[in-house]
């Protein structure tokens, strides 16, 4: 479904990435992992058009996506979580996912996509008309997720759910993951968080000062000395 | 090009120039020059470090109106006149500014915050028309009426004389920003124009070096509201005061240049004389076509040379940043 | 905490401010209290002051629409509210359409101006310092008079539509077109509320104001957007025209007259912040039609603007403005 080949990317003189490769097939639960710093934030950003490619090839079902313009690349189907939720937090969590519908094709399917939204995530519908930046960090992620699920996305890119909440909150939002995929949709995750996202996905990839170091099945990886000591400090 | 040889020389070869004998209206024209070369220096004090006050004309019609009435009603000389208006722009400046720099009002706000207080003081003059004189203007009264002398009216009889002076307060003008220039003031205010909050954790009083400036640039603008009062003896809201006045300040200094010591002056050279030329050749049909080339060249020079004429100019030759 | 008591100073103040423009000058001059809490043509005054403050407010609303969503502040909105009277007056007596025609047009037109000024000036400088954007709209407004200057002449023109007066009691009468104004402009607030809550691009505009960065992750262009915004700032500013060309002449400086009043209102209501503008709209509109009845117009102006530089030492981020 999405393919990278050798893609570079940065920041004015600084390149964060370096010939990255991966691919994700439909259906597929896709991790990158590796430390601070590594690029993982550049990628998601390279995929979603947040930063332009400088060199390399990016395809999504074949859709060429260094020429897709960025505001057309969530009509591909690709819904991207930034990292640090980005909710707009002087609106309502109904506001922001009204946001999520902004697309023409999504919009006249606003209200059916909304209450599937609450299905999944309760807590929102509760919490509908509240201001989102005066959630709790698990929360605004949860809202974060059903913004993006409002196109109804083909690929959901989520950068470090996880950062900067608590464990019982992680296990939550990894199981909301889970819950996610059983709906059909296709995911990539990056994460710091080695041990909790190799649960949830089938394959991995490992990134490191802006290359794809390793790849390999999540239990391969798991199980991998170098990954386990380096990651998971064991 | 920020050292006084250049300036000094160049006044220096005004004033033999002058010795010489230059035909009046020539003459009138430099004189205006030198006069708003002074008031835009004072500007560009504050406008250099971000400061953006788009309420100058109220600095410049508090100089000229107080000593105005002064003169008037009070048959005080300007001598005495002068330091008072000025002390009441500077007050103003404070009133304005304190509250301002204490609570961090910058950019948009502040330029909208000055941009009220030159409507005020044009409402001010014009709601106390009956000693103003409105929106009709105001003339000091004539040196004659009173017998009193040129030197204590500050009115004189020969251009020249007004010349000599203009020249004199432009050059003391460019002193002043030079000094500013070199002084540890100048680092403070810049390092508050990059991060304000840096510039207090590294022990600047930011609100104290702002008000600084301002006074200094209030008081400087004053005084060219008040030669600008005793040059052409007549006055008004929208001549000395208003938001035309604040605006063509600011662009006569971005189109000089408002980083460079002479940008002030070379931009008043500009515009200045494209109003007398638009208005010599093309007359009457012409009033609102000088206006209208300011706006467009305004807004193109804020677009593609926002260091104004000269400091682009400097940037080339020069190299600086 | 501290927050809300400066707020309740701030209309303790005002209200004080108030009272005492509205009474103290009569019970003063005629020492007669009762006289001066009867005093029929001081409410009168009152109510055009309010009527008035229904423009001011969509003026406000105008200007705080474009600076909240694409921070910059349009120096020269009068002049664009004055350049959309020009196109009514031309149209309606140079063209000779009905006036319910050339008014629309004169909205559309400010419209494209709006969208004009975002796409060939402030587009190139908006990641400049906003002092830059500020006097390049200066420079526009420099622009705008003088066009207007060499169009039309330096003349007053009017449209010479008259709508006359009704009385709302035996002595206080109401002049129709201020009442239009007020009712008109209360409906702009209103659509302009409903679109900016109940629609997608309503929506838009109020997200990208707060995270321009990831709304092309929703499909959102934020050129588009921004030149959206601005066409329909421009729009209302021919609106605010269309009330004003009932009322007064027509001069390429009148932007001058409420230009800097209707910055004002924004700063004291918070820049950026329609509700505030809303609010100090109205605050205004007395200070100034209090002021203007007990003595000449100008002391109106001077009152309200000393209101306001007052306001600047109490709460100068304004009254719902947050502190940066």
């Known amino acids: 479904?999405?393919?990278?080949?050798?893609?570079?990317?940065?920041?004015?003189?600084?390149?964060?990435?370096?010939?990255?490769?991966?691919?994700?097939?439909?259906?597929?639960?896709?991790?990158?992992?590796?430390?601070?710093?590594?690029?993982?934030?550049?990628?998601?950003?390279?995929?979603?058009?947040?930063?332009?490619?400088?060199?390399?090839?990016?395809?999504?079902?074949?859709?060429?996506?260094?020429?897709?313009?960025?505001?057309?690349?969530?009509?591909?189907?690709?819904?991207?979580?930034?990292?640090?939720?980005?909710?707009?937090?002087?609106?309502?969590?109904?506001?922001?996912?009204?946001?999520?519908?902004?697309?023409?094709?999504?919009?006249?399917?606003?209200?059916?996509?909304?209450?599937?939204?609450?299905?999944?995530?309760?807590?929102?519908?509760?919490?509908?008309?509240?201001?989102?930046?005066?959630?709790?960090?698990?929360?605004?992620?949860?809202?974060?997720?059903?913004?993006?699920?409002?196109?109804?996305?083909?690929?959901?890119?989520?950068?470090?759910?996880?950062?900067?909440?608590?464990?019982?909150?992680?296990?939550?939002?990894?199981?909301?993951?889970?819950?996610?995929?059983?709906?059909?949709?296709?995911?990539?995750?990056?994460?710091?968080?080695?041990?909790?996202v190799l649960k949830v996905v089938d394959r991995a990839y490992v990134l490191e000062a802006g290359s794809i170091r390793m790849s390999g099945s999540a239990k391969e990886l798991a199980e991998s000395e170098d990954v386990r000591r380096l990651y998971m400090g064991l | 090009m920020n050292s006084l040889t250049l300036p000094v020389a160049l006044a220096g070869i005004l004033v033999v120039v002058s010795l010489i004998g230059v035909p009046p209206y020539p003459l009138h024209i430099m004189i205006v020059i030198m006069i708003w070369?002074?008031?835009?220096?004072?500007?560009?004090?504050?406008?250099?470090?971000?400061?953006?006050?788009?309420?100058?004309?109220?600095?410049?019609?508090?100089?000229?109106?107080?000593?105005?009435?002064?003169?008037?009603?009070?048959?005080?000389?300007?001598?005495?006149?002068?330091?008072?208006?000025?002390?009441?722009?500077?007050?103003?400046?404070?009133?304005?500014?304190?509250?301002?720099?204490?609570?961090?009002?910058?950019?948009?706000?502040?330029?909208?915050?000055?941009?009220?207080?030159?409507?005020?003081?044009?409402?001010?003059?014009?709601?106390?028309?009956?000693?103003?004189?409105?929106?009709?203007?105001?003339?000091?009264?004539?040196?004659?009426?009173?017998g009193a002398s040129s030197l204590m009216s500050l009115q004189f009889d020969d251009k020249e004389t007004y010349f000599l002076i203009a020249v004199g307060v432009w050059l003391v003008g460019l002193m002043i920003w030079r000094m500013i220039d070199r002084s540890m003031m100048r680092y403070a205010l810049e390092a508050i124009g990059e991060d304000e909050d840096s510039a207090a954790a590294a022990g600047i009083n930011v609100t104290r070096e702002k008000l600084k400036i301002t006074v200094l640039s209030a008081v400087m603008t004053?005084?060219?509201?008040?030669?600008?009062?005793?040059?052409?003896?007549?006055?008004?809201?929208?001549?000395?005061?208003?938001?035309?006045?604040?605006?063509?300040?600011?662009?006569?200094?971005?189109?000089?240049?408002?980083?460079?010591?002479?940008?002030?002056?070379?931009?008043?050279?500009?515009?200045?004389?494209?109003?007398?030329?638009?208005?010599?050749?093309?007359?009457?049909?012409?009033?609102?076509?000088?206006?209208?080339?300011?706006?467009?060249?305004?807004?193109?020079?804020?677009?593609?040379?926002?260091?104004?004429?000269?400091?682009?100019?400097?940037?080339?030759?020069?190299?600086?940043? | 905490m501290k927050k809300i008591d400066t707020r309740v100073w701030l209309l303790i103040i005002a209200a004080t401010?108030?009272?005492?423009?509205?009474?103290?000058?009569?019970?003063?001059?005629?020492?007669?209290?009762?006289?001066?809490?009867?005093?029929?043509?001081?409410?009168?005054?009152?109510?055009?002051?309010?009527?008035?403050?229904?423009?001011?407010?969509?003026?406000?609303?105008?200007?705080?629409?474009?600076?909240?969503?694409?921070?910059?502040?349009?120096?020269?909105?009068?002049?664009?509210?004055?350049?959309?009277?020009?196109?009514?007056?031309?149209?309606?007596?140079?063209?000779?359409?009905?006036?319910?025609?050339?008014?629309?047009?004169?909205?559309?037109?400010?419209?494209?101006?709006?969208?004009?000024?975002?796409?060939?000036?402030?587009q190139h400088l908006i990641d400049s310092a906003p002092i830059n954007q500020l006097l390049a709209t200066g420079g526009l407004l420099f622009f705008f008079q003088s066009a207007a200057t060499l169009a039309f002449g330096i003349e007053f023109h009017n449209i010479g539509v008259s709508l006359g007066s009704f009385p709302l009691t035996q002595d206080i009468f109401i002049s129709w077109s201020r009442l239009a104004a007020f009712c008109i402009s209360a409906l702009a607030v209103g659509c302009l509320y409903l679109f900016l809550t109940k629609t997608f691009a309503g929506t838009a505009i109020r997200a990208i104001s707060q995270d321009r960065e990831i709304m092309t992750l929703m499909g959102v262009k934020q050129g588009a957007l921004y030149l959206k915004t601005s066409a329909i700032g421009g729009g209302l500013a021919g609106l605010a025209g269309c009330l004003l060309v009932l009322q007064y002449d027509i001069h390429p400086f009148i932007g001058l007259s409420f230009g800097p009043i209707t910055f004002m209102i924004c700063v004291l209501g918070g820049l950026g912040n329609m509700l505030g503008g809303f609010v100090a709209a109205f605050i205004f509109s007395e200070l100034i039609a209090l002021g203007g009845y007990h003595f000449d117009l100008e002391w109106g102006y001077v009152f309200a603007f000393v209101f306001f530089i007052a306001m600047m030492f109490i709460r100068p981020e304004g009254i719902f403005g947050k502190r940066s």
């Open chain 1, 1 to 196: 479904m999405l393919t990278l080949s050798n893609v570079d990317a940065g920041y004015g003189s600084f390149q964060a990435l370096f010939g990255a490769t991966l691919e994700v097939n439909a259906g597929e639960a896709v991790a990158v992992i590796g430390p601070n710093g590594a690029g993982k934030t550049t990628l998601m950003r390279v995929i979603s058009g947040l930063i332009p490619a400088r060199a390399g090839a990016m395809s999504m079902e074949g859709v060429d996506l260094t020429a897709t313009p960025p505001h057309q690349i969530i009509e591909l189907g690709i819904a991207h979580v930034p990292e640090n939720r980005r909710l707009f937090p002087r609106m309502t969590v109904e506001d922001n996912l009204r946001m999520g519908a902004y697309m023409p094709a999504a919009r006249s399917n606003f209200e059916n996509r909304r209450d599937f939204v609450y299905e999944l995530f309760p807590r929102m519908k509760e919490r509908r008309h509240q201001l989102a930046g005066t959630m709790s960090g698990g929360e605004q992620q949860m809202c974060a997720i059903g913004r993006a699920l409002m196109s109804e996305p083909k690929l959901l890119l989520l950068d470090e759910p996880s950062a900067g909440l608590a464990p019982v909150i992680v296990q939550r939002i990894f199981e909301l993951v889970g819950q996610i995929r059983a709906e059909g949709l296709t995911v990539l995750i990056v994460e710091q968080n080695v041990q909790q």
């Open chain 2, 37 to 146: 070369s002074f008031t835009y220096t004072g500007w560009s004090l504050m406008g250099r470090f971000g400061l953006v006050s788009l309420g100058h004309g109220a600095f410049m019609g508090m100089g000229a109106y107080v000593t105005a009435l002064l003169w008037n009603y009070g048959g005080l000389t300007p001598w005495l006149g002068i330091p008072i208006a000025l002390c009441a722009a500077a007050l103003l400046a404070v009133i304005v500014g304190y509250p301002c720099f204490k609570f961090k009002i910058t950019g948009h706000y502040f330029a909208l915050v000055t941009l009220a207080l030159t409507e005020v003081v044009r409402q001010t003059v014009i709601a106390t028309r009956d000693h103003t004189g409105g929106s009709l203007g105001f003339t000091p009264t004539p040196k004659g009426n009173d």
């Open chain 3, 17 to 122: 401010a108030f009272m005492a423009l509205a009474y103290l000058p009569t019970i003063i001059r005629e020492g007669d209290v009762v006289f001066a809490l009867t005093d029929v043509f001081l409410y009168e005054s009152m109510i055009n002051g309010l009527l008035l403050g229904g423009v001011l407010a969509l003026l406000s609303l105008g200007l705080n629409l474009i600076f909240g969503v694409i921070d910059v502040v349009w120096i020269c909105y009068a002049e664009i509210v004055m350049l959309g009277m020009y196109g009514i007056y031309y149209f309606h007596n140079v063209f000779g359409l009905p006036l319910l025609v050339a008014m629309p047009i004169g909205i559309l037109i400010t419209a494209a101006i709006g969208y004009g000024v975002h796409k060939l000036v402030i």
């Open chain 2, 222 to 321: 004053a005084f060219g509201g008040i030669m600008y009062l005793q040059y052409q003896l007549f006055i008004s809201p929208d001549t000395v005061g208003g938001i035309g006045i604040s605006l063509q300040i600011v662009f006569a200094v971005v189109a000089g240049g408002i980083y460079t010591q002479l940008g002030p002056t070379f931009g008043a050279v500009v515009t200045l004389l494209l109003a007398e030329i638009l208005r010599v050749y093309i007359g009457t049909d012409a009033v609102g076509l000088d206006n209208a080339i300011y706006g467009i060249a305004l807004v193109l020079f804020i677009i593609f040379l926002p260091r104004g004429l000269l400091g682009s100019l400097e940037a080339r030759l020069f190299g600086r940043t």
